[in-house]
């Protein structure tokens, strides 16, 4: 199984995009700062992710997401989300 996922960080309300093949090791590393954009942008949470049966898809789900239309694309599956926290 593959993932795309976003996180959200809680000091500059900041976007990562990430795709893998395990989501619990990933989100693991994330916290153990272990990624330079991580550990620059401290405390997140872990706001959307998908599944996927096939790695390119999940690539190509990170590619699309992080484009001007899939951020839009994004932000209306997100839409509660995003009005509860005020962005």
């Not at 990933?26 to 599944?51: P, V």
Request: glycine residues 6%.
């Amino acid at each position: 199984m593959y993932y795309f996922y976003v996180l959200r960080f809680k000091k500059n309300s900041k976007f990562y995009y990430g795709y893998t093949n395990n989501l619990k090791r990933r989100i693991t590393q994330h916290l153990s700062k272990s990624s330079a954009f991580t550990s620059q942008n401290g405390k997140f949470d872990l706001i959307f992710y998908e599944a996927y049966l096939n790695k390119n898809d999940a690539q190509n789900s990170e590619r699309y997401f992080k484009t001007g239309h899939g951020r839009e694309i994004l932000r209306g599956k997100l839409e509660n989300y995003l009005k509860s926290i005020k962005l």
